[in-house]
């Protein structure tokens, strides 16, 4: 069977930026007699978005173990081909990690086995404007890599901004060249399903704003990606990610695990104190009740997880000196 003009979109966006939320969005709104699939490339071993995506008949890839610097292009490319050999898509929603870099991730799609079966179509970018005022995220060089190389650039949670935070980003999202060819507010994961059709633009180039990051991701740059199994406790398995400054840890336990409510405020306590907390995100089971939780540290979100039997969720953390020593802390307050 011959496969042809499959459209793609590459849906990036910084940790907390709303990438799962607009996907699920979409998801609801596919053209009746379209078929659509999703490659979510995460950066943490143990695949909390794709469950979270979960949709109907919809067909989810999940890769996880994305590398921060480049992409991996066996574990991509095989899960790729996967899903458009069997789920035969007439479009692909890929989200890659939100600590990555996404051009060569697009650079890949654009690759000339995939001519002809592949319409690589505007990347989408979702930005939080409030951590324009955050100098960890003005650090870091993702932040900025991902809404250089967007066609299409998205303030999220539109419905939280003050007056100024608008004012800011609309020129902020001006500034650079080539134009984007959409500049909008969304709130809730609102989204023109006919700016996915956007063309990708042919050249983007990056430029200095008001910020300052020094990074190599050059595609043959080499390191170690540690990942390192254990079990905690009965039942519960745990999977630690090192890959340049960042760490994940993410946890999978079976449906007898479960962290009381007195322990799970604990737990979050210990994280909105501590400096290098990044994320946390997953559905865990407190007390008799699994939960969807997304927070990061400026912004908690909580609701009930209907129809699921394990708890699955993850922690990203820049990595420092006291790095065992928090996990440590986690692994008491949690087992």
């Known amino acids: 069977m011959q496969y042809k003009g499959i459209k793609v979109n590459v849906i990036t966006g910084f940790l907390g930026s709303g990438k799962t939320t607009l996907i699920k969005q979409l998801l609801e709104q596919v053209p009746e007699g ?65 600590i990555g870099h996404p051009d060569q991730i697009v650079e890949q799609l654009s690759a000339k086995h995939y001519h002809g079966v592949l319409e ?9 404007v409030r951590n324009l ?30 007056s100024d935070d608008e004012l800011r980003f609309l020129q902020f999202a001006k500034q650079f060249e080539p134009a984007k060819s959409v ?49 905690p406790s009965a039942g519960v398995m745990c999977y630690q990610k090192r890959d340049l400054d960042m760490a994940s840890i993410g946890w999978v336990a079976d449906s007898n695990w479960f962290i009381t ?32 939780i997304n927070m990061t540290q400026t912004e908690m979100r909580r609701s009930t997880a209907d129809e699921v039997l394990t708890s699955r969720f993850e922690c990203v953390f820049s990595i420092t000196d006291d790095y065992e020593k928090h996990l440590n802390t986690l692994h008491k307050i949690l087992f």
């Open 133 to 162: 005022s955050d100098p960890r995220y003005l650090g870091h060089p993702a932040f900025f890599d991902q809404i250089d190389d967007a066609d299409i650039l998205i303030a999220s949670k539109a419905d939280l901004y003050s």
């Open 183 to 231: 500049i909008a507010l969304s709130e809730h994961g609102g989204f023109y399903q006919s700016w996915l059709d956007v063309p990708r633009a042919q050249q983007h180039s990056h430029h200095d704003h008001d910020h300052d990051h020094d990074h190599d991701h050059d595609h043959d740059h080499d390191h170690d990606h540690d990942v390192v199994t254990s079990q």
């Open 261 to 292: 409510s007195e322990r799970f405020e604990q737990f979050l306590a210990y994280l909105s104190e501590a400096s290098h907390f990044w994320r946390f995100k997953g559905i865990i089971r407190i007390d008799d009740v699994f939960e969807q």
């Open 34 to 98: 379209e078929r659509w699939a999703v490659l979510v490339n995460e950066f943490g071993e143990v695949g909390i978005d794709g469950e979270l995506l979960k949709s109907g008949d919809i067909a989810i890839k999940q890769v996880p173990g994305g590398c921060l610097c480049c992409v991996s292009s066996a574990a991509f490319s095989v899960g790729l081909n996967e899903l458009i050999k069997t789920a035969k898509p007439d479009r692909i929603l890929i989200e890659p990690t939100g």
């Open 120 to 128: 690589v179509c505007g990347t989408v970018c979702l930005m939080d």
